[in-house]
T-cell receptor
Framework: GAVVSQHPSWVICKSGTSVKIECRSL??????MFWYRQFPKQSLMLMAT?????????EQGVEKDKFLINHASLTLSTLTVTSAHPEDSSFYIC????????????FGPGTRLTVL | GQNIDQPTEMTATEGAIVQINCTYQ??????LFWYQQHAGEAPTFLSY??LDGLEEKGRFSSFLSRSKGYSYLLLKELQMKDSASYLC??????????WGAGTKLIIKP
């Protein structure tokens, strides 16, 4: 099956620092990658959609200057949380779509970010 | 607006059967997904329905009625490890997933 990895699995950082999260599709080329955020006991919230080689499309209410997304290749997308604050503490999950007929998204294991 | 409704929480007994319902109203339809999510983990794919009817996969089955905007996930022979949240998601006309809030399923011995 399709495998998506995320790195790091968890990160603790000080307020005001930046954190980069990597999302990789290991055995397929991902035409589209998605970044989600999930707060405790809530559902997934789509932050942005990115296609390789083009700018990401951000959902309403998501600050593009704060959450920088780069999709440099068909197997790698990165999310950088700039000037992180405690309210950015959350579970960040990426998913990747190969564009095949099932439209299925394959999820990474998630990254738990804690901002002190 | 777009809306996905599913019960917040359900309780069932080990070995029994449980049905988790999902109703949706979306702009366009390109399939309905069910995902399982254990606490602190990312969702894992369970099923995909794009045509009306029942899809069976082992102990799990998923049903879709597009005319009614309705789906259910049926879990048979429940095991303790099935305790998790079950997320219903619909892919709209823009191929974006619209997520329900999830149903927390509690299995009791």
């Amino acid at each position: 099956g399709a495998v998506v990895s995320q790195h790091p699995s968890w990160v603790i950082c000080k307020s005001g620092t930046s954190v980069k999260i990597e999302c990789r599709s290991l055995d397929f080329q991902a035409t589209t990658m998605f970044w989600y955020r999930q707060f405790p006991k809530q559902s997934l919230m789509l932050m942005a959609t990115s296609n390789e080689g083009s700018k990401a499309t951000y959902e309403q209410g998501v600050e593009k200057d704060k959450f920088l997304i780069n999709h440099a290749s068909l197997t790698l997308s990165t999310l950088t949380v700039t000037s992180a604050h405690p309210e950015d503490s959350s579970f960040y999950i990426c998913s990747a779509a190969s564009g095949r007929e099932t439209n299925e998204q394959f999820f990474g294991p998630g990254t738990r970010l804690t901002v002190l | 607006g777009q809306n996905i409704d599913q019960p917040t929480e359900m309780t069932a007994t080990e070995g029994a059967i449980v049905q988790i319902n999902c109703t949706y109203q979306t702009s366009g339809f390109n399939g309905l997904f069910w995902y399982q999510q254990h606490a602190g983990e990312a969702p894992t794919f369970l099923s995909y329905n794009v045509l009306d009817g029942l899809e069976e996969k082992g102990r799990f089955s998923s049903f879709l009625s597009r005319s009614k905007g309705y789906s259910y996930l049926l879990l048979k022979e429940l095991q303790m490890k099935d305790s998790a949240s079950y997320l219903c998601a619909v892919m709209d006309s823009n191929y974006q997933l619209i997520w329900g809030a999830g149903t927390k399923l509690i299995i009791k011995p």
